[in-house]
């Protein structure tokens, strides 16, 4: 059953975009996996039934694969010697025709075999050899005429035993699911080399068609019936070992029997390589990484659900900000006793105690009962900058002290914190909440809340006088005297306060109070922004590893993780 083209979309995204997942602190090994596999379905999709197989070989160092390459292109194009390590790189050999077609078909769909490399095209050389070019696949184009494989695509790759760079012989495993046929290449001295394991597994499990080709140095006979020649047969998967002669002197196969039965088998090979368990191994790791970005949306929000209700709970205990520690306290006196208590029995008592502490009898008289102690209280009130931006610090240190101590509790802090650290961008999680918070964003604001709070307060002062009052409403002249009454029988300053219901906000004194739980308000909210802004910092660092649901390379892995075939 073919694959549905929803999914093969998903594929297509997948192959184009899962590099960006590194970012993002997932695996390395597991986002090159799923990218390289991805291309090789979506190569296969649009190169179309009708494409070139390729057959690649896989060996240890002087087992005799560049031998055997070159035998099958007809020119001495791989580098050979028993020296170790002599292909470096994959090298791959095609007819021009197809190397134009893939040209074609690339500028279309962008690069789409082995993307993941770099890319050289050569013609065919006449008189040079070549090891291949680590992190490079070399491509050895020839003219019909003198290419002896235009059936298919021939893949020489890095020995898998290369123990002088460990990176290049990996690159037999990264290559081997984009071969349709695999070669495996042995002498009498490496057919049992464990280091086949890997690679025999994985033609196993993506169900490569493969062959084993046995270079005969001479050493001992061959008895084909032999039960440890029979083991490496199943071990390799295969009915039968093809066993080519010592070359000895020689620099190709040419017309050995034995190899031209092994080039008649793999030119009449016209089956293309399965996409069904390539796809399988695509679903099974998009699953893996679904599965760990859900993982780590899990700890983001139970982390943001601690924070939000530490802040909620912090914010529901802070206290005004007293306005007695940024006025004068003759400024914030007068202020407290505009319009009917003026004339409390507290203001009078205020007014001897002022007199007792500072000796200034008129000037108290000014400030508490003068007809023009606006003007003079007017220059007297100035909210003291310095202190309320004093204040505003100490708060949200204390908040943010706080809410530092609650995340660093939490088990959602040290595994997102680890998650960072892998990504390589943990070392700036700790220094998220500094010691000393910045305010200079909200310096402005401060200011503008100062200078608005000081505006009402003047013009409440301007308006203060029993006159306006009686003016605005002659009931109030009733009032008035009920307030005085029960002043002289209850707490100086409070009994009127009681007596004097919510009918006369729209007074001078119900003014103030107003103007100043506005004041505190923005003062409040002005702290509560502030810690949110660190929250947000907070937040933003831990979801930088985080791939959003929204985005589509989120989508197109649930779609290949939730429809394995």
């Not at 007819?95 to 078909?105: C, G, P, V």
């Not at 802040?311 to 205990?317: A, D, Q």
């Not at 308006?463 to 005085?484: C, F, H, Q, R, T």
Request: aromatic share 8%; net charge positive.
């Amino acid at each position: 059953m073919p694959i549905a083209p929803k999914i093969l979309d998903a594929i297509e995204h997948v192959a184009e975009t899962a590099g960006k997942l590194n970012q993002f602190g997932f695996s390395g090994k597991v986002v090159d996996r799923i990218q390289n596999l991805a291309a090789v379905v979506t190569y296969r999709r649009f190169a179309g039934p009708n494409r070139l197989p390729l057959i690649g070989l896989i060996g240890c160092a002087g087992a005799g694969k560049s031998t055997l390459f070159n035998s099958f292109c007809g020119d001495t194009i791989s580098a050979t010697g028993w020296r170790v390590h002599n292909t470096r790189g994959p090298v791959l050999f095609m007819s021009e025709t197809y190397l134009a077609e893939l040209k074609i078909l690339e500028q279309r769909h962008g690069r789409l075999l082995m993307p993941s490399i770099e890319r050289i095209n050569d013609v065919l050389p006449a008189d040079e050899q070549t090891c291949g070019e680590p992190g490079r696949l070399q491509i050895i184009a020839a003219h019909e005429s003198r290419n002896r494989t235009n059936t298919f695509g021939l893949l020489d790759l890095p020995d898998i035993n290369s123990a002088p760079a460990i990176d290049e012989r990996l690159v037999a495993l990264d290559a081997m699911p984009w071969l349709d046929y695999v070669v495996f290449v042995v002498d009498d001295e490496t057919v049992y080399h464990r280091v086949y394991e890997k690679t025999v597994h994985l033609a196993n499990e993506i169900e490569q068609s493969r062959c084993c080709v046995m270079v005969n140095r001479g050493r001992d006979g061959i008895d084909p019936e032999h039960p440890d020649w029979l083991r490496t047969q199943a071990f390799f998967g295969v009915d039968k070992i093809h066993v080519l002669p010592d070359l000895r002197q020689k620099s190709g196969y040419g017309n050995e029997p034995g190899f031209i039965a092994l080039k008649k088998e793999l030119t009449e090979y016209t089956t293309d390589g399965p996409n069904r368990p390539i796809f399988q191994k695509i679903s099974k790791l998009a699953g893996n990484l679904c599965r760990e970005n859900l993982k780590r949306q899990k700890h983001a929000a139970a982390l943001d659900k601690s924070i939000n209700q530490s802040i909620r709970t912090t914010l529901s205990r802070q206290q005004p900000l007293p306005l007695n520690r940024i006025l004068a306290g003759d400024t914030l006196h007068t202020l407290n006793h505009l319009g009917l208590k003026r004339f409390a029995l507290s203001n009078l008592l205020y007014f001897f105690k002022r007199v007792a502490s500072t000796g200034a009898l008129t000037n108290s008289i000014r400030l508490l009962f003068g007809n023009r102690r606006d003007q003079v209280l007017g220059h007297l009130l100035q909210i003291d900058r310095h202190k309320l931006i004093r204040q505003v610090t100490k708060q949200v240190q204390n908040h943010s002290q706080h809410l530092t101590g609650v995340i660093r509790r939490s088990r959602e802090f040290d595994f997102l914190k680890q998650v960072n650290t892998n990504a390589g961008s943990g070392a700036g999680f700790d220094d998220l909440f500094s010691s000393e918070p910045d305010l200079s964003p909200f310096i402005t604001e401060i200011e503008n809340i100062a200078n608005d709070f000081e505006t009402t307060c003047r013009e409440l002062l301007s308006s203060d006088s029993v006159a306006k009052v009686i003016e605005n409403d002659p009931m109030a002249i009733l009032l008035l005297l009920g307030a005085l009454t029960a002043d002289v029988f209850v707490v100086p300053g409070f009994g009127s306060w009681l007596l004097v219901p919510s009918v006369l906000k729209y007074l001078p004194m119900g003014k103030f109070e107003s103007a100043k739980k506005n004041f505190q308000r923005a003062i409040q909210n002005l702290i509560r922004k502030q810690i949110f802004s660190s929250v947000k910092k907070i937040q933003s660092f831990y979801y930088q590893n985080i791939l959003s649901q929204t985005d589509p390379l989120w989508k197109a892995l649930e779609i290949c993780s939730q429809h394995a075939t």
